[in-house]
């Protein structure tokens, strides 16, 4: 049986009411770097909303292969037609991978502007941290680059399979695809734990940021 992973993937949790202290007509470099962070945020959203409706894709073409699986060989018509259903549902997969990619995409472009901010930092421990703070956001971006290229092959993949049971293809055949498509989704799999894990890592760095750069910030609402 060919397994589909959930695509589970934490986003960015940390949203924050942030209090200015000072001068309200002078904005530190500190102050300005957080206004990029959280602006990441936002453009994120949309990410976060996908992942639920993609989860639902993902458990309806399961459905849809685990009939094809139980029909008997006389029932050519009816796989055929589970067949280029399933092949409908993981195109629609395959629109929530790119509408999920293009908000990483514009949260990326949005982040590298703290790049230039971290130069100005004058604290040398500060600017530290936050070189390494970037430098976890930017494994973060790699690795969803990557999780994103792999889990499109892997679709292609399972449409492939969709195809062969339409042209009744050998059983051997079908077998040696399913297991490209195992191996393909273990790669995910792998992927996804390292891009929570980095995800979960740069939050608690942010978070240690804001609060050695003496930024007044209070915890609004975590999100998973």
Known sequence: MK???????LVLS????FFLSGCFNQTS???????????????????????????????????????MLSLGLK?????????????TVSN??????DQERESIKKSEE??????????KLEDENLRKEAENLFNLMETRYDLHKQLYEVYMEAITYDQELYTMFKEMASLGD???????????????????????????????AKLNFYKNAGLDVKLKENES
């Open 3 to 9: 397994p589909i992973k959930k695509y589970l993937v």
């Open 14 to 17: 940390i949203s924050i009411i």
């Open 29 to 67: 470099t500190e102050e300005k770097i957080y206004k990029t962070l959280e602006n990441v945020i936002q453009l994120e959203k949309e990410f976060a909303n996908l992942q639920e409706p993609l989860l639902e894709l993902e458990k309806k073409e399961k459905e849809l292969y685990d009939t």
């Open 75 to 87: 029932e050519e018509e009816k796989i055929a037609e589970l067949a280029d259903e399933a092949i």
């Open 92 to 97: 629609q997969r395959k629109e929530h991978l």
């Open 110 to 119: 949005e982040f590298i502007k703290v790049s230039e901010l971290i130069e």
């Open 174 to 204: 079908m077998q040696d695809q399913v297991e490209k498509i195992n191996n393909m989704y273990e790669k995910i799999y792998e992927l996804n734990e390292k891009f929570n894990e980095v995800t979960d890592q740069y939050n608690d």
